[in-house]
């Protein structure tokens, strides 16, 4: 069965650090991924997805990046963190086409301070 | 561009009660509709989709939605909640031919159970 890996679980980094979240997925092989963020009180915001290794789209201009470096690998990133970046952050993939669901990891809490 | 609105976001309901949450989505086509559930510092699971036919879909722990092309609408229902039911609830559109391999989510609606 398919699993999604996501860490880590809680992350608390001062302003201007950098930042690396990373997501993997087993058991299947060329998945769509996504990386969400979810603020307080709000939805979830689509940051960036990816439909192959090196393929990158990114949803909202930010002061975030995100890699595929392998197949099941998607990582997060920040050179210098901001105030505004806080949140909880959602890794998920999903199988391809028009017709499957997406599936999410446990989500990384990050409280920039 | 398509676009999901949950209009309300926050519901209060008795336990044993029933619970309706709205969902409207802009698309020019029927596109793929999601419902999922988040507990507090969970990630999302999936209630359950709709991609065509019947209209009356069945998800997981006694949900339901429907979906209503007219009113382009895909509400979720169950007719009797339960304390355990006390989560925050996400529309979702998917997989649309313009948008393929993109979800996108509506803002949720925190439900709360009372006794």
């Known amino acids: 069965s398919q699993t999604i890996h996501q860490w880590p679980a809680t992350l608390v980094q001062p302003v201007g650090s950098p930042l690396s979240l990373e997501c993997t997925v087993e058991g299947t092989s060329n998945p769509n991924l996504y990386w969400y963020r979810q603020a307080a009180g709000r939805g979830l915001q689509l940051l960036f997805y990816?439909?192959?290794?090196?393929?990158i789209s990114s949803e909202v201009p930010q002061n975030l990046s995100a890699s595929r470096p392998q197949d099941r690998q998607f990582i997060l990133s920040s050179k210098k963190l901001l105030l505004s970046d806080s949140g909880f952050y959602l890794c998920?993939?999903?199988?391809?086409?028009?017709?499957?669901?997406?599936?999410f990891g446990q989500g990384t809490r990050l409280t920039v301070v | 561009a398509q676009s999901v609105t949950q209009p309300d976001i926050h519901i209060t309901v008795s336990e044993g009660a029933s619970l309706e949450l709205r969902c409207n989505y802009s698309y020019g086509a029927t596109p793929y509709l999601f419902w999922y559930v988040q507990s507090p510092g969970q990630g999302l699971q999936l209630l359950l989709k709709y991609f065509s036919g019947d209209t009356l879909v069945q998800g997981i722990k006694g949900f339901e939605a429907e979906f209503k092309r007219s009113q382009s609408s895909f509400n979720l229902r169950k007719p009797s909640v339960h304390w355990s039911d006390a989560a925050e609830y996400f529309c979702?559109?998917?997989?649309?031919?313009?948008?393929?391999?993109?979800?996108?989510f509506g803002a949720g609606t925190q439900v709360v159970v009372t006794p």
């Open positions: 990816s439909v192959g290794i090196g393929q």
């Open positions: 979702a559109v998917g997989g649309t031919p313009d948008s393929w391999g993109k979800f996108q």
């Open positions: 998920a993939w999903s199988g391809g086409g028009f017709n499957t669901e997406a599936f």
